[in-house]
């Protein structure tokens, strides 16, 4: 894969330096020969495809977390509450307080409802509980 993508590299520094001044030339020339250094030391493929999959799968989990928070964070009938969403994979877990019970299975139902979470873990306490 390195070699088929350093070709192209090639390819386009080749195209590049046609028609440019002896200067032009041997700037892109040192700026394929940095690039072909980058490419050679990102190591074994299938090592960064490993990697690049853990980030993902990081950013997923964050993503889905930051969605649920802004769920709760905008829905009206939960002014007043504090809660802390934290976000483990596909399981979620709800910390905080809010004013009343109402509030508090408003809070569990936006969780649960949100594409993507497995299982909603219910850490808060309400203030006036019903």
Request: with cysteine; proline share 2%; glycine share 10%.
């Amino acid at each position: 894969m390195a070699r088929k993508y350093m070709s192209w590299v090639a390819l386009g520094l080749l195209v590049l330096t046609v028609g440019c001044q002896g200067e032009d030339a041997d700037r892109l020339a040192k700026v394929g020969r940095t690039l072909r250094g980058k490419v050679q030391g990102a190591g074994d493929g299938n090592k960064l495809a490993t990697q690049l999959q853990a980030v993902r799968a990081d950013l997923d989990a964050l993503s889905l977390g930051a969605r649920i928070a802004a769920r709760i964070r905008w829905d009206k009938s939960l002014q007043g509450a504090k809660i802390e969403v934290r976000a483990n994979g596909n399981e979620i877990e709800l910390h905080g307080t809010v004013p009343d019970a109402a509030q508090r299975q408003r809070a569990l139902e936006l969780a649960r409802s949100t594409a993507g979470a497995d299982k909603v873990t219910d850490a808060m306490e309400a203030t006036k509980p019903n």
